[in-house]
């Protein structure tokens, strides 16, 4: 079966953010899809140090809840980032979160589905949205669209019941990540997957 982990980068369990979240979770379900919504923002997460241990070791040096979603991770099909705006970014947590497990995990990413959900109770969010979406888009994961900015509005779980169009929006992203997910494999089994290339690096040590 395939799965898809949700990250709730919000404080609050149930709030906004977690709203939102579970609107997918219901239309992934009806889809045949195993979920999980984590919740990372009410942990406490430090920001990487570059000390480059993850190299050696295989998992990040701080043994927190990054080392524990890193296997999930690799074993699921796609992957829901959800954050609230916190000026016209995402939480500061879910970015120190983000930028540990993908740089500490080295297997391939390729091809899994991801997804950037993003709540605010007015502005900005297409910039918080674009942030995380970079994420997915340097380590050659599709990215899931919807039939708008993936985004609800709200300043409260309450309020954001009330953004039909932003529930719908969630929905028919669920939709379109499993049909992706779907798709993908299906199409891994009949043609294989790409290549990939990692042999170029560029640096410019030499400085010209």
């Not at 970015?95 to 540990?100: A, E, T, V, Y």
Request: charged fraction near 25%; hydrophobic fraction near 40%.
């Amino acid at each position: 079966m395939a799965k898809v982990i949700l990250l709730n980068g919000s404080p609050k369990a149930n709030g906004c953010t977690a709203t939102a979240l579970q609107e997918m979770v219901t239309v992934f379900e009806k889809e045949g899809i195993e979920t999980e919504i984590i919740h990372v923002g009410n942990k406490d997460i430090r920001g990487c140090i570059a000390c480059g241990k993850c190299g050696e070791k295989g998992k990040c040096v701080f043994d927190d809840l990054v080392n524990e979603v890193a296997p999930k991770f690799e074993e699921a099909d796609g992957i829901v980032v959800g954050s609230p705006v916190y000026y016209a970014s995402p939480n500061g947590t879910i970015l120190s979160f983000m930028d540990r497990l993908f740089y500490s995990t080295s297997f391939s990413k390729h091809l899994k589905v991801g997804a950037a959900v993003v709540s605010a109770r007015r502005g900005g969010n297409t910039a918080t949205f674009d942030v995380l979406n970079k994420y997915f888009s340097i380590s050659g994961m599709p990215i899931a669209t919807s039939t708008y900015w993936n985004q609800v509005h709200g300043f409260s779980a309450e309020d954001v019941k009330k953004d039909l169009e932003g529930l719908q929006t969630m929905r028919n992203l669920a939709r379109n990540m499993a049909f992706m997910i779907k798709a993908f494999a299906d199409a891994k089994g009949k043609y294989g997957e790409p290549e990939v290339e990692r042999g170029s690096f560029t640096s410019f040590p030499d400085g010209k």
